[in-house]
């Protein structure tokens, strides 16, 4: 008996044809006969390729309806994964099973060729010049398997020296003579990068890496007791189960919002609010209550388009683990996406030093003695665009 008919919709209700596979940027049309069901109460639910469950319904079929439709449109995005997914139509009282299949394929999900420009503009809007300026600039790392750095072209400076943070973030370091009053200068690089799909990234931790990365820090206060029962109640023995509870504590009890600030874990917790700073802070403090190492990762994703972007890491059995706190569709997914280009590692919030960009230079003392305040007078605009080789 077949109960289901499939069809693909594109570029605002055409019709295209009738098929069981599907790509991304296309919708499927599902159409479930309900007047081909025994009388009954069912659950439609649909699962992806992970078993989670994307699509969960209570539909009827009554005694006096003889003909009936539901119609089900799903718009596929770059964040479904490839591979089969099921449909399921469950009769709640015999338990008894409908089951249909379709595929989905999706050329972004495993691999990802893009070229990245990242840059900054120092500006000074002080009254004079300032002098012998150093500027580091944070640049993507060569993570094997992972982030695959193929070419990296500087813009508008010609490297000082290389240097690399405890962290292990790398840094190109620029020197310029002077940057005159209410001018400004941009520097970065442009970099050609592969981005692959890998569910982890095999290491070892050193002991004092493991007790740092347990460790309670500022913005991440893992040692409140606030946290602490929060990680208590939400521990499963199951690695992979434990992270998917504080994934949905997270989406349940934390309300996204852009911050004008970086605020972490506990003024998240307080205030039930936060961005993916605060969301990815208070997921590694959870995790460190309960003595799983874990990190705060920085750099720029592509949701609904590429932008500066925070989540986190924990090392599990060997090996570091991404997971994404912030976007829901990512709960119950675990490892490295081509939707991220990963900056930095570290705490990056308060006076860390461990930013994507840093500045010192000097100055003159003006003829009255009174030191200029250059902590209002020098601003840093970063920008940055993503190419992507588009696949059909």
């Not at 490839?82 to 009769?91: C, E, L, R």
């Not at 109640?233 to 600030?261: A, C």
């Not at 997921?283 to 750099?299: D, E, H, K, M």
Request: proline letters at 4%; one cysteine or more.
């Amino acid at each position: 008996m077949s109960l289901f008919s499939f069809f693909v919709q594109k570029n605002k209700g055409n019709i295209l044809r009738k098929n069981k596979t599907y790509t991304q940027d296309e919708t499927i049309i599902l159409t479930l006969d309900i007047s081909k069901l025994p009388v009954g109460t069912y659950i439609l639910k649909i699962m992806d390729p992970y078993n989670r469950t994307i699509y969960q319904q209570k539909i009827s079929r009554e005694s006096n309806r003889i003909v009936g439709k539901y119609i089900l449109s799903i718009p596929l995005s770059e964040s479904y994964p490839d591979g089969i997914y099921s449909v399921y139509v469950i009769n709640i009282a015999s338990g008894s099973t409908f089951k249909e299949t379709f595929i989905v394929k999706n050329p972004y999900f495993s691999k990802r060729e893009i070229v990245l420009f990242n840059y900054f503009r120092i500006i000074n809007y002080n009254g004079q010049e300032i002098f012998d300026v150093y500027a580091r600039i944070v640049k993507p790392p060569h993570i094997p398997t992972v982030q695959e750095i193929n070419s990296i072209t500087p813009l508008n400076f010609t490297p000082l020296r290389e240097e690399t943070d405890l962290d292990g973030n790398e840094w190109i370091v620029a020197n310029f003579e002077k940057i005159d009053e209410n001018k400004s200068i941009d520097i970065g690089y442009k970099s050609k990068i592969t981005l692959l799909r890998r569910s982890y990234i095999p290491a070892k931790l050193s002991p004092s890496d493991y007790k740092k990365y347990t460790n309670s820090e500022p913005y991440i206060e893992s040692d409140d007791p606030r946290i602490i029962r929060i990680s208590e109640s939400l521990y499963h023995r199951n690695f992979y189960q434990f992270i998917k509870n504080i994934q949905k504590w997270l989406h349940k009890n934390i309300s996204y919002r852009e911050m004008p600030s970086e605020n972490g874990a506990l003024f998240a917790l307080k205030n039930k609010i936060g961005d993916c700073t605060e969301f990815s802070s208070l997921f590694v403090a959870i995790c460190r209550a309960a003595n799983i190492p874990s990190r705060l990762v920085a750099g720029i994703a592509k949701g609904k388009k590429w932008e500066n972007h925070a989540w986190a890491e924990c090392y599990y059995d060997g090996k570091w683990i991404a997971v994404e706190p912030t976007w829901k569709e990512y709960v119950g997914l675990f490892g490295y996406f081509t939707n991220r280009i990963t900056l930095l590692y570290g705490n990056w919030m308060g006076d860390f030093i461990t930013r994507d960009f840093s500045i010192r230079y000097r100055y003159h003392v003006k003829r009255n003695k009174e030191r200029i305040n250059f902590s209002r007078n020098i601003k840093i605009l970063n920008y940055h665009y993503v190419q992507e080789k588009r696949k059909v």
